[in-house]
């Protein structure tokens, strides 16, 4: 049967773990921590002999698994674009005291807000930070959904926050908010119908080109003279973007590659493509969200904040852009990925590009991110 071992050897070792915090959370036994960086088992206990619910649990095991989930959520395939939606619009919120805390239009924190109010959720998994180390964390008040406002770029294992958010604070209507990865990752648990995922009723993916460590960005930083203590914000767009004491500084995103995981280099989901919600900044206007609404009860969110008043909407003035960015990131992560697999068979980037049929700085740009 397989067991943590074999989690361990073919997804944690291989930096395929996208750290969504799924097999921390399906333990039973609690025996998975969050260990520099990674999912691990401090001590092999005779409870692992003959159990394999975390490496039942690991979506990243299960290739086509998206596929398969998207059809059943959203009653269609549909590879390419940016997934299968009802509505996309641009959007932001009115309400200034959220606005000037958020990172873009202010629209998850809207949502959150707005879904509590309701009484759509009585929680949700949110990402907060200590310094800039993300933290995973349960938000039940508006003042922990503020809180957790703002993008904090590094790696989080948000799914081992699910078993505190229903247990500890006895949530039963739960809205998980993050990167595709945890999105793909908790529709996953959901489709293997697992018990403790049944309480989360609501999600809202970001968009995500790529993440960071959080310890490499500082250092970069460190190079140029910056202090990420000092760092009010963070933002990417074709530009690394730092905000710092009321000024911007912007260096090239191609001098950040080398903090960029491995799994986010072979990652293909830019729009959040199983989420309820996807909500971005690329296509739209500063200080605006691009809003992609895929479920009907997505639709049905966003259309009552705007009856509401809540929410300020125009259509979207760049779909081209998103597309193009999601068709990049796909295509990218998969070629990435193959050229992985040929190196781990131990090919040297020569081979690589000859039995993939590419130039072999196109292999080195590849592995180095680019
Ligand atoms: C790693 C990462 C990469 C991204 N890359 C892109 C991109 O390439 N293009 C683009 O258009 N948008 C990207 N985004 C999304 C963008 O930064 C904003 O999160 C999004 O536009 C929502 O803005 P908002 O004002 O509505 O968010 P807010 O209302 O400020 O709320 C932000 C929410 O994000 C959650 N969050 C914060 N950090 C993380 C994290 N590390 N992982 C998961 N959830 C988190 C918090 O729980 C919070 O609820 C990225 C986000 C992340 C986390
Ligand atoms: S007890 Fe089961 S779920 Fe927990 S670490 Fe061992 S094999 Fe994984
Ligand atoms: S379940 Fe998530 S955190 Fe655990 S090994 Fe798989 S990808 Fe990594
Ligand atoms: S690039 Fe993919 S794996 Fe990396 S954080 Fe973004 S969604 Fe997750």
Redesign the pocket.
């Known amino acids: 049967m397989p067991n943590y071992d074999e989690l361990e050897a073919k997804v944690i070792n291989t930096g395929s773990c996208t750290v969504c915090g799924a097999c921390i959370l399906a333990c039973p036994n609690s025996h998975i921590k969050f260990l520099e960086g990674k999912p691990k088992r401090p001590k092999k206990t005779l409870d692992c002999v003959s159990c394999n619910i975390c490496y039942d649990a690991c979506y990243v095991l299960r290739p086509g698994i998206a596929e398969e989930i998207e059809g059943e959520i959203l009653g269609r395939l549909e590879k390419g674009g940016i997934g299968i939606h009802r509505r996309i619009l641009a959007a932001k919120v009115k309400d200034q005291n ?1 606005a000037k ?10 949502m ?1 807000l707005y879904a509590l109010n309701k009484g759509l959720i009585d929680g ?1 998994l ?3 930070r200590d310094g800039w180390m ?1 933290v995973a964390a349960t938000a039940k008040t508006r003042d922990d ?1 503020l809180l ?9 294992p ?1 799914l081992k926050e699910l078993r505190a958010a229903i247990v500890d604070h006895g949530l039963s209507n739960i809205c998980v ?3 595709p990865c ?1 999105i793909q990752a908790i529709r996953y648990l959901k489709h293997r119908s697992l018990p403790i995922a049944s309480p989360v009723k609501l999600t809202i993916g ?7 460590y959080v310890h490499a960005i500082s250092e970069k930083l460190k190079e140029k003279g910056l202090d990420s203590s000092q760092v009010d914000k963070f ?2 767009t074709d530009d690394f973007n730092i905000y710092t004491g009321g000024k911007k500084l912007s260096f090239p995103i191609t001098e950040v590659k080398s903090c960029v995981p491995r799994h986010c280099l072979t990652c293909q989901d ?1 729009s959040s493509e199983l989420a309820d919600i996807a ?5 739209s206007p500063e200080g605006w ?2 809003v992609v609404a895929r479920t009907a009860q997505g639709e049905a969110i966003i259309a009552d904040m705007e009856k509401e008043g809540l929410i300020e909407t125009m259509p979207l003035e760049n779909l081209a852009t ?1 597309e193009e ?1 999601a068709a990049r990131k796909r295509e990218k992560g998969k070629q990435t990925r193959d050229i992985f697999k040929l190196k781990d068979e131990g090919l040297d980037n020569k081979a690589i590009a000859a039995r993939l049929g590419i130039t072999e700085s196109r292999v080195s740009h590849r592995l180095e991110g680019t």
């Open positions: 959220i805390v958020c990172q873009d239009g202010g629209i998850v924190t809207a959150l949700a949110v990402v907060g993300p959904v957790a406002s703002g993008t904090k770029y590094g790696v989080v948000v908010v993050g990167s945890h970001v968009f995500c080109r790529e993440n960071y933002n990417v830019y909500v971005g900044s690329d296509g969200s691009t998103i960015l």
